[in-house]
Every structure is written in C-alpha cells, then in structure tokens.
C-alpha cells in the first residue's frame, strides 16, 4: 500500500522486538524509501519484519547534503520514512537539519509516537516527572563536563542524560563532585532488554556500585538526577500536609496547594510539589 507523500518520522524498539508498532510496520511497508541511520544495522530489523522498502543511509556525515536530495524524492511525489538506529529519531540522533529542510521547502512531516529511552526509563525511575530536561551525552571531554554539569546544579527539574559505557564511570564521578554526593540518582541500563536493570540511590552509591561492576559498565545507559531543591520542602508543616490532603479529596491539586497556603501562610508553589510527589 503506497501512502500520501510526506516525511515520516518512525520510532524503533529499543531493545524488545515486540515494541515494533502494526502503525510503523505499515508506514515502513509503505513508503518508497526510508533513510537509516546505519543500512546495515536497520536491515537486519527491517528484514525480521518482512519489509523490503529499498533503504538510503542519512548519519551525521552525510545529513545536510542528503537532505535536499530526500526533498527532491518528496517533489516527486515519493513518500520518504526516517529511522534511527534505535527509539525515536532525531533524540539524540540524526534527523534535525532533514526535517528543518522538508518542512521549509513545504512538505508534510508525520511523526509516528513510539520507543524512547529516556522517556521509558523516565516512567520507572520514581523521580518526579512533572518537569524534567533531556541533556543527551554529557561531554566527553573533563572539563566540558564538569562545566556543564555545573550549568545544571541549580536546575529543579529532574535531569536526565544518556551515557557510553566507557564514559560512565567518569560520568558519575563529576554528578558526585559537582550535583553532590547525597544528590538522588537513578540508573537504568538496558532498558527494555534482557539484562534490564535500575540501580537508585544517592550519587555516591551508585558510582560505588558501578565502579565494583563491570556488567554496570556495559550496554545502552540512561542517567536521571533528581533536581536541585531549595529545601522548601522539609519547611512545611505537618498541620499544612495534612489540609493540603483534605482538601485534595475535593479540590483539583493546584487549586487545593494555592488554598492551603494561602490559609498556612506558606508558598503555593513548596505545596504543589509535594501533592504532585504523593499518590493519594
């Protein structure tokens, strides 16, 4: 079945085959082309799937360049499907500058939702989700980790990052050295994999853990730090806990944090986050 022309953004498991979408199949089935971050490696998932869609490679090296020739496809009339190796594209893969193109030159972008890493191991780290900020890699080199890491020590929102297995040791060491020792941190590793494991505890326990570890050292690794806390929130007083879960009872959480501070004397914004870390 032949689709609209258009780019197609299309999701890849992350591990577990059977998280390969019937809606991903069909559009990979479907369209004339679909650029691959690697050919060879999304060959072997394209053929597990019976899909034989003739395949182009679109990487970092050759992105910009290919973009104008996909866009030429999309002219004429051609629908055009884009993968990454692995999740969703363009997360901390290739695809930003094909899709900046495709859309100014005026044709329809179709995202497909699907596998992320950083989303899924999200979901399981018990850290608050309300807010958070995906920083993809950290970098490679000391002092530009150290540095950005510094950038974010302040940061309330919960920090999530994706990490080499030869750079998680020292990954880890700069969390410790700069967000702290005691900072809360989660480790998932291999997320929907065989050997799929979460390690949680402060900073400096799972750097000891990791460090004794060497099977911790291996495969596709997502970090999450809890973010930075003004304290606000040990200073709230049992008496304000307690209306703040009576009045929950009737009253949406924003409604309820705004009227219990306001009858405590407290700040709205310290209440609404402790609602939003209960499961009342």
């Known amino acids: 079945m032949s689709l609209p022309c258009a780019l197609y953004i299309v999701p890849t498991p992350i591990g577990n085959l059977g998280d390969m979408s019937p809606r991903a199949i069909e559009v990979l089935s479907g369209v004339s082309l679909v650029a691959c971050e690697d050919t060879r490696h999304s060959g072997k998932l394209l053929s597990h799937f019976g899909i034989a869609t003739r395949t182009t490679a679109l990487h970092d090296h050759n992105e910009r360049a290919r973009a104008q020739w996909i866009v030429d496809k999309l ?3 051609e629908a055009v499907a884009l993968i990454s190796d692995a999740g969703t ?8 500058h ?14 497909l939702p699907g596998p992320c890493a950083a989303i899924t191991a999200l979901s399981a780290s018990g850290l608050p989700s309300d807010r958070f900020s995906f920083e993809g890699f950290l970098p490679a080199k000391e002092k530009a980790r150290l540095d950005k890491l510094q950038e974010l020590k302040e940061d309330p929102r919960t920090l999530i990052f994706y990490e080499s297995p030869h750079r998680i040791c020292y990954s880890l060491e700069a969390i410790v050295q700069v967000l702290g020792a005691e900072r ?17 505890g402060t900073a400096a326990e799972v750097c000891a853990i990791v460090a004794a ?5 291996k495969g596709e690794i997502v970090l999450m ?11 709230i007083p049992a008496k304000a806990l307690d209306t703040l ?11 309820a944090a705004a ?3 306001q009858i405590h004397g407290l700040k709205k914004n310290a209440l609404y986050k402790y609602g939003l870390e209960q499961d009342w």
Request: hydrophobic share 40%; with cysteine.
């Open 259 to 261: 009227l219990a501070a």
């Open 98 to 111: 094909l899709v900046s193109h495709v859309r100014q030159a005026g044709f329809q972008v179709i995202p």
């Open 89 to 96: 594209p363009l997360i901390s893969d290739p695809g930003y």
């Open 225 to 235: 730090c809890h973010g930075h806390s003004s304290g606000d929130e040990e200073a």
């Open 75 to 77: 002219a004429a009339g």
């Open 213 to 217: 570890d060497a099977n911790q050292q």
């Open 245 to 255: 879960k009576l009045l929950c009872d009737e009253l949406p959480l924003k409604k």
């Open 184 to 200: 809360q941190l989660v480790m998932a590793r291999e997320v929907s994999k065989t050997f799929e494991t979460f390690l949680s």
